[in-house]
């Protein structure tokens, strides 16, 4: 159920300020072990309706210098990894002119690259193994690229019968050798330090749906352990094993999408047949969400505490290094850090920010590039805690530096709730670059943009995240009503023109609310879910269900149609518009469609809109511009008259 990150606006839809310099993104660092050279994948923020490319850079550190690696003309690089001793590298390369990928190798400066495998399928995570071999994970002929974000081909023939595995494989004399059994599809993996076999996280049949039951396996010589069975509850990212391979940590919590990562931190004994887990942050009021050996002495975690980011050494129990209230990332999870022989380097930014590349020691980083140095804030951000059935909830009052003419009516402005996706996941600190993202298309148009971190969220630990489970759109709602009610004592917002809108998690709150309260003017619903009932047989990831319901749909109805917006229709007096992909396996059409059906035959004012061939990750630029401009226009309509 992620939030999609990509909306965008039409050219021309706002007024722009004038031929800047766009600003400079980046998705992935890769730091070698020695500390002097840093890969990263950049790019230009894209103009509305256009669709973007990384392209690789190398940094020496620590003077900055930079150079580009030489690829094919168009071809698109990624996956990049160092090997131990810091002299060459690997990258995945895929040439648009070509149906297959290719793993290729160069020096520590990317000359002299060698293709060392051609493959027809998927290639991800490559790693360099202790002795200078090459690990990856591999789908062999893969029917369309893995992740639920994906859109989904279109149902037909006998179903289920054909199911693509993810593999680990070690590449050698140019072909794969697979080191992880074929009925698995393995999510992550890492080395054993004496390079004879691997730790990591796994489960069988589909990949995209068994996430949420996946097991922590170790794979040597042919054989297949598992290491630890987690609770329902409970779902496993990052397995890292310590230096002397003498353990594994992990990340286990709460979690409702792969990718979003989150949780406490804990470590197995990998000496002791039979060992538990133990958790190395039980009662920490805060998220880990990344785990490294290679940061410095011990085991390092990064993780969101609040409004903040933050840093904590594990060794030998549990003490704060750093935290800030700005968003720091390894170009891929958030909070992150890139590690390697004890250096580390970060993404770095806030709401008023641009990102910028930084690498030093943890909490004494230096700037690496500048290229984003005079970019400026384009809004005021506030966080604000408020009380809700004894807990202490957060968010963000986001307001615009210029507001259009006729905003403001009698001293007030009007207001649009952003509620995130998820539920797992929170928003956070990003710098709002340009109008590529729905928050800044609302604060364009003149609006201020209230983003709200309710229980299910991550940030306060997970008694806090798994506070909404069995009870989604219940306690969650009252957080944000009272949220807003702390907004409104502090800042002049008209409560007569509120507007509500989300994606995914955030759709499935909006179709919610309208049903429970008549608080909100005008709604947008993305990609949400107006019946759990039916959605359990509609979606491809219904193993996600069972860790927030507790059990499935056929065993526990109740539970469902407890929170499930359909049965409340009747309540529903808010204007609400719809969007979604027709291919979107998360949250599908139909669910869509169900809501605009009902509101339709009420007669409540509504509109839907289907966007074909799309996916929940909506990967059509020109998609998500008509869906913003809708939505501007939709608030406009019911706010400002």
């Known amino acids: 159920m992620t939030f999609s990150r990509r909306l965008a606006l039409l050219a021309g839809l706002f007024p722009m300020t004038a031929l800047a310099a766009p600003v400079q993104l980046y998705t992935h660092l890769a730091l070698s072990p020695d500390g002097t050279r840093l890969l990263s994948l950049e790019h230009p923020a894209g103009q509305p309706g256009q669709t973007v490319t990384s392209q690789p850079v190398l940094y020496a550190l620590p003077s900055g210098a930079r150079s580009s690696l030489p690829l ?57 193994g202790p002795d200078g071999q090459l690990g990856v994970l591999a789908i062999e002929n893969a029917h369309r690229q893995p992740g639920a974000l994906e859109a ?20 050698e004399n140019g072909r794969l050798n697979w080191q992880s059994p074929a009925d698995l599809y393995v999510y992550e993996y890492d080395w054993r330090p004496d390079g004879q076999g691997f730790v990591a ?38 397995p890292r094993i310590s230096p002397d391979g003498k353990q594994v940590s992990f990340i286990g919590g709460l979690m409702s999408d792969y990718g979003a990562i989150g949780g406490d931190a804990y470590s197995l004994d990998l000496t002791k047949r039979g060992a538990r887990p133990v958790n190395l942050t039980p009662g920490l009021k805060a998220t880990v969400t990344d785990l490294s050996w ?34 720091i990332s390894d170009g891929r999870s958030e909070p992150s ?25 943890i909490a004494l980083w230096k700037p690496v590039n500048r290229d984003n140095a005079t970019q400026p804030p384009h809004l005021r951000a506030r966080s604000l805690t408020w009380k809700s059935d004894g807990y202490a909830v957060q968010g963000w009052l986001l307001e615009p530096l210029t507001r259009k003419a006729g905003m403001e009516q009698n001293g007030k402005v009007p207001m649009i709730v952003y509620v995130h996706g998820g539920p797992s996941s929170a928003s956070g600190p ?61 800042a002049p917002v008209d409560d007569r023109r509120l507007g509500l809108t989300g994606f995914s998690y955030g759709g499935y709150m909006t179709m919610w609310s309208v049903t429970q309260t008549d608080r909100f003017r005008a709604a947008v619903a993305g990609a949400g879910i107006a019946n759990w009932l ?40 808010t204007p609400t518009f719809i969007f979604v992909g027709s291919a979107d396996e998360e949250c599908p059409m139909p669910q869509s469609q169900e809501f605009f059906h009902a509101l339709q035959t009420l007669h409540v004012p509504s509109s839907l809109v289907i966007y074909p061939g799309q996916g929940h990750g909506m990967r059509n630029p020109q998609a998500w511009d008509d869906a913003v401009q809708r939505t501007i226009h939709w608030f406009d309509h019911y706010l400002m008259k």
């Open 152 to 171: 989904g081909a279109p149902p037909s023939g006998e179903i289920n019968t054909q199911v693509d595995e993810q593999r680990i494989a070690t590449i």
């Open 534 to 573: 039916s959605y359990y047989g509609e979606n491809s990831i219904d193993s996600w269900m069972l860790p927030f319901f507790g059990k499935s749909v056929y065993d526990d109805p109740d539970i469902y149609a407890h929170s499930s917006p359909i049965l409340y229709i009747r309540q529903v007096h």
């Open 430 to 490: 990003r710098y709002l670059h340009d109008h590529g993202r729905m928050e800044m298309a609302l604060l364009d148009a003149g609006y201020d943009v209230f983003m709200p971190n309710p229980r299910g969220s991550f940030g306060q630990g997970e008694t806090f995240t798994a506070a909404n489970r069995r009870d989604f759109g219940h306690g969650d709602l009252r957080d944000i009503l009272r949220g807003i009610d702390a907004v409104e004592k502090t």
């Open 337 to 361: 850090l890139a590690c390697a022989g004890g250096h580390t380097a970060i993404v770095r930014q806030s709401f008023e920010k641009a990102p910028e590349i930084a690498a030093g020691p």
């Open 72 to 128: 094919c003309h168009g071809c698109v690089a990624g996956s990049f990894t160092w090997r131990r001793d810091g002299q060459a590298m690997a990258y995945v390369l895929k040439d648009p002119s070509a149906k297959t990928l290719s793993v290729w190798q160069a020096d520590r400066d990317g000359h002299h690259a060698v293709q060392v495998l051609t493959f027809t399928g998927t290639l991800q995570s490559l790693s360099y």
């Open 294 to 327: 290679n940061c410095g002495p011990g085991l390092i975690a990064a993780g969101l505490k609040g409004d903040r980011s933050a840093i904590w050494s594990l060794q030998g129990g549990l003490r704060s290094l750093w935290e800030d209230p700005t968003l």
């Open 201 to 238: 996280t796994a489960a069988p049949g589909n990949g995209d749906d068994h996430w949420w039951i996946a097991k922590l396996h170790a794979f040597a010589k042919g054989s297949d352990t598992v290491l630890y069975t987690p609770p329902q509850q409970q779902q496993l990212n990052l």
